[in-house]
């Protein structure tokens, strides 16, 4: 499904799952949106309109 996005939706897809992102020499930390999940829920669901 990923590939079947435009990479302005995977853009978004990204904004709405990652809070940040932190780089150092022991590796990457990457801290997730819990809420971001349901926004991606949302969007899914067939007959839902867009989340902003």
């Known amino acids: 499904m990923w590939n079947a996005l ?20 022991a590796g990457l930390a990457v801290d997730l949106r819990h809420e971001g999940l349901g926004a991606i829920a949302a969007l899914m669901a067939p007959g839902k309109s867009e989340v902003a």
């Open 6 to 25: 435009i990479p302005a939706k995977q853009a978004r897809v990204v904004r709405l799952l990652v809070a940040r992102v932190t780089a150092s020499e």
